[in-house]
């Protein structure tokens, strides 16, 4: 009786390390992807990071202006809108739709 106890204990045991570790691993890291890094800037597009972030303002790019409405050059136009307006921003999350880009510095 006393042996089969002691197994339970070990194997309990076992399970809370374990626990504790993929938890801890998770915690670290927080990352359920990889984002793109451009211009000094990490880029997220229809999707929120996960990481703690404060916000810093809102970027827009107004399109009857470009010759090229694509994307690539949407998303090149928000980061250098996001980069001279917000000195400290970290990141941008853009909505591709609206053009425009919330500007975000992430908490440590």
Do not use: C, W
Request: net charge positive; aromatic share 10%.
């Amino acid at each position: 009786m006393k042996k089969g106890i002691s197994i339970l204990i070990v194997i309990v045991t076992i399970l809370v390390v374990l626990l504790y570790f993929q938890f801890n691993y998770t915690k670290k890291t927080n990352e359920l992807g990889n984002a793109n890094q451009i211009e000094g800037l990490t880029v997220f597009t229809d999707n929120n990071p996960i990481l703690e972030y404060e916000f810093l303002g809102t970027v827009k790019v107004d399109t009857s202006k470009l010759q090229d409405a694509e994307y690539d050059h949407i998303r090149d136009q928000l980061i250098i809108k996001a980069k001279t307006q917000f000195a400290n921003a970290q990141g941008i999350i853009i909505t591709p739709k609206d053009k425009k880009a919330v500007v975000i510095r992430f908490k440590n």
